[in-house]
Each structure stands twice: as structure tokens, then as C-alpha cells.
């Protein structure tokens, strides 16, 4: 283990986030507001510590190991929560205690959606924008931004990319160099933020709701500047807008880069986790409008309207809201909840399973099945046209497996806290799921909720984030044997 440059890279990575609450400071001084302060503080206090972890380990010179990089990833990300919660705590409007800041930034970093503040409408704009921009950090994931500019600091990225895009199904080596890979996807990410940001401002958001919508819409992040959500504008074209970029970020976005390159929208349907994820969409929205129709809740336009969002929002693990659906007959938002932990495609800005992995795991089932009626077949398991090695089936199982364990783990923590059955397993839900709203007490948002929850809740996070594996291998002794 080289800790030397681990800290090294460390240190790099939080002088480069520190360059990232300037921006709020800009949006201070454009609105005439006394956020100023806290916000440069913050960034002295962040780039301080990073010229301080740097400086001591300037000199250290050696490739990063597979090893290195889960814990590079796991400290970054964990830093980041802590660094990320300083403004909300220095600034005066809020002065959140350090449990609910943390709690916030990492839900913002995590592009949970889970928040601890209300009275957005009142609070000032550098604040909102702050929460908006986490939540575009945290969606491209910082690490992958990070490593198009390693080369230049003289570090190499491969195992901390590798690292950030664990758990992918498809290959995530889409040009020859990581680098390239990084930048390709960046710019991706960049266009579809500007051209969701654009479309807001065209169905008649302000300039500033508009960024701060985009920056959360494409991370599939679910922050909002106004308590009511996208509810707040009452307009079917920005729903619209919203719907179509949601279900865009939720694909890989290595399908997205295949596209643009060959100029070919028809690979979006030769990719057969696509295909499925668009269905599953559909199906959920025939049922949720259906339901919602039939049994008298909505009349037919209302019942399109806000079924059709929130179905999507709630797959997609996004977690924007146009109206209380927690208020609805209750099998919907348990059904609509349920979906988030199939969640997006590999690959996205998105939480959950994800969709390539249960559709292997459904492949494998299916299989199984088969094989009890004929038991010497041959039965290889296939997406689209590409045949499954056993080892990926096989970690994908135990990924699940671990998933719904840590899932009830969360869960029974939380009841013991003395929260009640549906909270919890909402709460958890939501946690780890990087969903963001739930049900029962924590529908609204999760200031209600005791101190240790918040902190469990925010672990969670970081384990949906980070897809299980990356964070609890740390905890195993062979990480640790030389």
C-alpha cells in the first residue's frame, strides 16, 4: 500500500474541489448577499488542508495499485462529505449542527435527494446553488473528473477510474486511453446539463432556477430550489423536459458516447438493458396511471400527468416531485419505491441494482429453471449477443446478496433507533438507493429523524454510492495483508 501518494492524491483532489465553492461566492455577490465569508472560509479551510496532506508527500513518486485505488476512492468520497457539509454549517441562515450538514452534503454528493433543510424559497441564492452544484459533482462522480487531469499532475488514473466505475456491466474502456474515457464522458455529461438547462429556460424557468435544475436533473439528484419541487412551476412543458432528461441520464452513458460517436440513435434499441429499462418504465407507468385513473384519485389528464412523473422520477432514482404522492393509496408509492432498487442502467448517473444486473440475475433464474427440466443441457446465458462468463453471474449474486444484507441491516438499526417500521424501511430505501424521499415520517424530509439515524442514513449513502464492494472491502483483513 503506498500511503504516501494516496495522500499525495488526496491532497491534489481537495485543493481541486476547494476550487469549487468559489462559484457560490460569484452567485453571492450577483444577489447582493452576505454569504460571502462563509463560503471563502470554507474554501480556505478545504484548500489548506489539502496543501497540508500535499506538501509532506510533494515528492512521492509510484503507480497506483488496485488496492490503492479503493481506498483512495473510499477516503475521497468520505472527505468530500465532511469538506462539502462546512459552508451549510458556517453559514448564518442555516448553521446546521454537524450531523445534519454532513448528512446534507453527502446527500448531495451521493445524489441522494434526501434533505434536512426546508424553507427553500426563503434561504439565499448562493445556498441553493451550492446544494445544486454538489449534486453535479457528485453525479459525473469528481474521481472520474479528477482523472482527466491526473496525467497533467503527473499521476496516473487507471485503477481510481477503474475503481469509480466498478459494478458496470458493459466495458467502461470506451476510447484507448482512460484519460480519454474520462473526458469523453465528461463532455457527455456537460452537453446534456446544458441542453436540459437551456430547455428550462425556454419553458420559462429563470436563468437561475434553470442551472440549478439542470445541474440536479442530470444527476439524477433530486435537490430542488423550492420546497414544492418541480411542483413549484405547474408546467407540463418543464415536466416534460424533466421526464425526458431523467430517463436520458438514467442509460449508460457509455451508450451515449457509442451513439454520438457512430451518429446511430438506433443503438440506444440494440442494447438489450436499454430495451428493458424502457419497458419497465412503460409497464410502471401503465400501472401507476391506470391505478391512479380507476380508482377515481385523478381524472384522466391529472392522473397522466403526475403518474407519468413520478413513476419516472422514482425509477430512475431521481426523487423530484410534482405533488405528495406519499398521500396516494398505498401500494403505489411502495411499487413506485420498490423500482428504485432496480433503478437505472449501468453506467448512469443513477442508484439502485441497476438494470443490467437484475436482468442477469432474472437470465440466471430462468436458467436454473430450465435446467431442473432438462439437467444435462448445455444452456449458455446471454445479453443480446454476447454470452455471460460464469464469474460475472457469480458476482453478481453475491453483490445482490450483500446488497439486500446490508439493506436489512440498515433497516433493523433503524428500528432500534425507534423509528417505525415504515420509516425505516423507506428511509433505507432511499439511503441506499440514492433516492431520496420516502415515506411515513421522513416523506417530507429527514430533519425529524434523531441524530444517529442521520449518521446511519448517510453511511448508506455512501454504500449506494460506492456499490457496497468498494467500501466494505476496506473492512476485510486481506485488504490489508501485504
Known sequence: MHFSVIARILGLLLMLFSITLLPPIVVAMIYGESTQQAFFLAFAITFSIGMLVWLPNSRSQADLRTRDGF???????????????????????????????????????????????????????????????????????????????????????????????????????????????????????????????????????????AIGHSF?????????????????????????????????????????????????PLAYLKDAETRLYLTMLLGGIFIVCGYLYFAEVYNLADSLSYGVFQLVSLMTTTGFATTDYSQWPSVLPYTMIFLSFFGACAGSTGGGIKIGRMMILGKQSLRAIQRLIHPNAVIPLKVGNRIVDSRVTDAIWAFFGVY???????????????????????????SLNNLGPGLGDVAANYAGINDVAKWVLAGGMLLGRLEIFTLLVLFTPMFWRR
Open 404 to 430: 439486500m444484507a446490508v439493506f436489512y441491516g440498515i433497516v433493523l438499526v433503524l428500528l432500534a433507533l425507534g423509528l417505525d417500521y415504515v420509516t425505516a424501511w423507506s428511509a433505507t430505501t432511499a
Open 216 to 264: 440536479s436533473t442530470v444527476a439524477i439528484g433530486g435537490f430542488s430550489t423550492h420546497d414544492a419541487s418541480m411542483g413549484y412551476f405547474d408546467s407540463a412543458l418543464i415536466n416534460a423536459i424533466c421526464i425526458f432528461f431523467m430517463i436520458l441520464a438514467g442509460m449508460n452513458f457509455g451508450l451515449h458516447f457509442l451513439a454520438w460517436n457512430r451518429k446511430n
Open 71 to 209: 481506498l483512495v476512492t473510499v477516503l475521497f468520497w468520505l472527505t468530500l462529505g465532511l469538506i462539502g457539509a462546512l459552508p451549510l454549517m458556517l453559514v448564518d441562515p442555516l448553521q446546521l449542527s454537524v450531523a445534519d450538514a454532513v448528512f446534507e452534503s453527502i446527500s448531495g454528493l451521493t445524489t441522494t435527494g434526501a434533505t434536512v433543510i426546508s424553507g427553500l424559497d426563503a434561504l439565499p441564492r448562493s445556498i441553493l446553488y451550492y446544494r445544486q452544484q454538489l449534486q453535479w459533482l457528485g453525479g459525473i462522480g469528481i474521481v472520474v473528473i479528477a482523472v482527466a487531469i491526473m496525467p497533467m499532475l503527473g499521476l496516473g488514473g487507471v485503477q481510481l477510474y477503474r475503481t469509480e466505475a466498478a459494478g458496470h456491466v458493459k466495458d467502461n474502456k470506451l476510447t484507448p486511453r482512460i484519460t480519454q474515457t474520462a473526458k469523453a464522458l465528461f463532455l457527455i455529461y456537460v452537453v446534456l446539463t446544458l441542453a436540459c438547462g437551456f430547455s428550462y429556460w425556454f419553458a420559462g424557468m429563470s436563468a437561475f432556477d
